[in-house]
């Protein structure tokens, strides 16, 4: 009985857990804009991303900032590979820093990367 308890939960669980992958992260200047690019799978091809976080902290040097994507669709249970490009405004983040470049934290589920952006 539990053993098939246990199995249960595990193919229950597995057919959510699903994993974030980077691709590209780029910045436009003139638009004080991040583009990061994120490989899931899925079976909904466009998910909602939201971002939190944010905050300059000015007490490093240059400037640093974390941002977290947080995915709507984190329960999708398709199969299929899924790429999509997150367009993240900065400029009124960047407005709180005072240092010409701020390094970016950008997390999504336990994946991270850092990218250092000019304002």
């Known amino acids: ?15 959510v ?3 974030y992958e980077f691709g590209a992260i780029s910045y436009d200047r003139p638009t004080q804009t991040l583009f990061v690019e994120l490989f899931f799978t899925g079976g909904e091809q466009e998910h909602q991303f939201s971002v939190l976080g ?18 709507t669709g984190w329960n999708d249970t398709g199969d299929e590979m899924l790429s999509q490009v997150v367009a993240i405004p900065l ?8 240092t010409d470049y701020v390094n970016v934290s950008i ?3 336990k994946k991270f990367r850092l990218i250092s952006v000019e304002r």
Not at 91 to 98: G, H, N, Q, V
């Open 17 to 19: 857990a699903f994993s």
């Open 107 to 109: 997390r999504i589920a």
């Open 54 to 71: 944010g905050e300059c902290v000015t007490s490093e040097q240059p400037n640093g900032m974390a941002l977290r994507l947080a995915d």
């Open 1 to 15: 009985m539990i053993k098939s308890l246990v199995l249960a939960f595990t193919v229950a669980f597995s057919a």
């Open 91 to 98: 400029s009124e983040k960047l407005a709180t820093c005072d």
